[in-house]
């Protein structure tokens, strides 16, 4: 879905939910005014899912029992909800930040990085208890119902991405899912998704005490200007004292005292605390490659493969850096480790057809560039395609390339439509 296309559909959105009328919201009781059908939200959902995860690191598939682990204690939560019928699924992701996300129609992911701050599972019920509800509730479609009013659409480009370089360049429903995933919340939102995810967490067996010390510790972090909650758990999900009160103040209400699971919890964050120094050094590449400090940076990606070399990230990152140097043969092999271990992810296809396309390899770079859009589809994909397009003597297919790109935003969309004008007055 282009942007273009994708603002045409959510502004029939808009019409169609003016049309309706309000709704009740599910969990509250309260009426709400409702631009989105409840079949509209589970197709929004089920179709960002998996290029919403990709946005941010793709699912942490090393560890399977930790992903089946999240998934166990989200459905019990689920299933004490006020829409337990939802398709609710709970993944994993492989990145560093420290945050969770929910869009809608009970899609929610937590990063590895949140994971590993938390000491038990009734930590991590309140983490998912509270998601659910923005799900539940449909916090996540109020939001889009805000944006469209303000601006038709949600789609827009530029918006930050933890440790995605190709932010600005997503393209079509990807950017909207990222938007959605990566948006804070009101204070009301927050209130009232921890006020019943305590209740579900309640309903489940579980201490409710734990949601309490949660948002303490938050509170505590947001004040020390913690750099990874910034960049994720605050950004999306702000604390504040008030929240701390108001949880303790339902708590003492309905009473403390359940199931905490610290010895499950710890045997099912065994393997990732094992493998937390390898992601160690790689986050420490990354800032040295992003100093141009290639060489440093090429030892400690090295350091973090020796530890875990079944991570594709990893390699993608040493192809990086390689490419960084000009070794485009040394990167050509390392992106090709990093699509085997984990063929859907759009970045290592992008990186593998990009460094192709500099060997002059084009079939190997028009699979790997069209591999990338098939699950999150990107401006410099769809130009560097017409580039490959050009070269092939494909002028159809060069011109279709090239009018997508140029409708993107920045350097490349003028790139794009730089080729397209030459192309079409040959």
């Not at 029939?12 to 939910?17: A, E, Q, S, Y």
Request: a negative charge; proline letters at 4%.
């Amino acid at each position: 879905m282009t942007i273009h296309a994708g603002l045409r559909y959510l502004t029939v959105i808009i019409v169609l939910g003016f049309l309706s009328g309000c709704s009740v919201n599910p969990v509250t009781g309260e009426k709400q005014l409702s631009l989105i059908p409840e079949s509209q939200e589970l197709s929004i959902g089920s179709e960002q899912y998996i290029p919403t995860q990709q946005t941010q690191g793709g699912k942490f598939y090393l560890d399977p029992e930790l992903n089946l682990y999240v998934s166990e204690v989200g459905q019990k939560l689920a299933s004490v909800s006020d829409r337990p019928d939802l398709p609710y699924e709970f993944v994993v992701l492989n990145s560093g930040v420290p945050n969770a996300w929910a869009l809608p129609g009970g899609k929610i992911a937590i990063n590895r990085g949140l994971l590993t701050e938390l000491d038990d599972e009734a930590q991590l019920a309140s983490i998912l208890g509270h998601e659910i509800v923005h799900a539940a509730a449909r916090h996540s479609v109020q939001r889009m119902q805000q944006g469209m009013l303000i601006s038709a659409g949600v789609a827009g480009l530029g918006f930050a991405l933890s440790d995605n370089e190709w932010a600005g360049l997503i393209m079509g429903g990807a950017a909207m899912g990222a938007q959605l995933a990566l948006a804070q919340y009101s204070q009301g939102d927050e209130l009232e998704s921890d006020h019943y995810g305590i209740l579900y967490m309640k309903e489940a067996g579980y201490d409710p005490q734990a949601a309490v010390e949660l948002q303490e510790l938050f509170v505590r972090l947001s004040e020390g200007q913690e750099t990874g909650f910034i960049q994720g758990m605050f950004a999306t999900h702000p604390p504040s004292q008030k929240r701390v009160r108001e949880n303790q103040e339902l708590v003492n209400e309905i009473g403390a005292g359940g199931y905490r699971g610290e010895e499950a919890y710890e045997d099912k964050l065994s393997f990732l605390r094992s493998r937390q120094p390898a992601y160690d050094a790689h986050d420490e590449a990354m800032k040295l490659a992003s100093n141009d400090k290639l060489d440093q940076a090429l030892g400690k990606v090295n350091e973090a493969i020796s530890i875990e070399p079944d991570e594709a990230a990893f390699y993608s990152l040493r192809g990086r850096i390689h490419k960084a140097q000009d070794k485009l043969e040394q990167a050509e092999a390392d992106f090709d480790k990093a699509t085997s271990l984990y063929p859907e992810m759009f970045t290592y296809q992008l990186h593998s057809g990009l460094n192709a396309l500099e060997l002059n390899k084009l079939d190997k770079a028009k699979q790997r560039l069209n591999k990338a859009n098939e699950t999150v589809p990107t401006s410099i994909a769809f130009l560097r395609l017409g580039d490959i397009a050009v070269q092939q003597n494909r002028r159809e297919d060069a011109v279709r390339y090239y009018s997508t790109a140029a409708k993107s935003e920045g350097q490349i969309a003028q790139e794009a439509q730089k080729k397209l004008a030459q192309l079409t007055q040959n």
